[in-house]
C-alpha cells in the first residue's frame, strides 16, 4: 500500500491533505460514485423497458397472426396519441423498436424459449402418452398434428401441443411414423415412457402391420423398451365414430352433395 502510495498519489492533492481533509474527500468521492451508479442503473431499467415492451408488442402480433410490417404502423399510431395527451414523453416510445426484422427476431427468440421450457418439462415425465391426428389444410397440405401429455413422479399431469408437421408427399403409415419419431428426438423424449398412443380413425394410423401406431410400437419393442403401450383410435373424432353407427343417412347424404358441389368447380369454391 505505502508502495502505490508514494508511486500514484504522492504528488497528488492529497498529500498536502490533513486526516480530516482526506476523510472529507473520500465521502465526497463516494457519492459522486453513487450517483453515476444510480444514473446507469436507471439507464439500464429504462432500456430494460424498452425491451420488454417490444417483445409485448411482437408476442401480440404472432397471437393475432398479422405480418411483421404492422410493427412499423402501431408504433406510428402509438406517437400519433402521444402527441396527442402527453407529447414530453415522446422520446421514451421513439425508442421502441418494431420494425419487421426485430419483429422476426423477438417472435424467434420467444419460439426457442417456449421450445425449450417445453423440453424441459417433458424431461420430468415417469409417463407420457401421444395424440396424433392427420388433417388437410385449406392449402391440401397434409398437416400431422402431436400432442403430448404426461404426468411427473408428483403426479402433476401436463398436456401440450408438441409439433404440427406438414406432409407434403404422401400421408402413408411409414410418412406418419417417421414424422413422429422425428419429433420425439427433437424434443429428447425418453421412448421407454411412452406408455399410450391415440390417432384418428384412419387406416394409416390403425393399420395392424403398416399403421401409424403399429409401427411406433414396434420400433420401440426393437429398441428395447419392453413395457406395454396400448393403442387407442377414434377417440379425438367422436363425432365421426357416432356418425357411422348412427343412422344419418338422409343427413348426411344432403351434407356431401353440397360439399363436392362446392369443391367441385374453382369458381363454386370462391364463391362461398
Known sequence: MRLHWETQHQASSFASMSAAERKEAIVKLSGNL????SLFRKQTTE???VTRASYEVSRLLARRMKPFTDGDFIKECILVVIDSLCPEKRSAFESVSLSPRTVCRRIEEMSDSVND??????????AFSLALDESTDMKDTAQQAIFIRGVTAALQVYE???????LHGTTTGQDIFDAVLQCVKQHSLDQSRLVWVTTDGAPAMTGKKKGAASLLVRHCEVAGNTQ???????????ESLCSKSANFTDVMSVVVKVVNSILSRSLNHRQF
Open 34 to 37: 453513487q450517483k453515476n451508479t
Open 47 to 49: 432500456a430494460d423497458k
Open 117 to 126: 421450457s417445453l423440453k424441459t418439462c417433458c424431461s420430468n415425465f415417469d
Open 160 to 166: 401440450e401441443f408438441l409439433q404440427l408437421v406438414p
Open 228 to 238: 406395454p403401450i396400448h393403442k387407442v383410435h377414434c377417440i379425438i373424432h367422436q
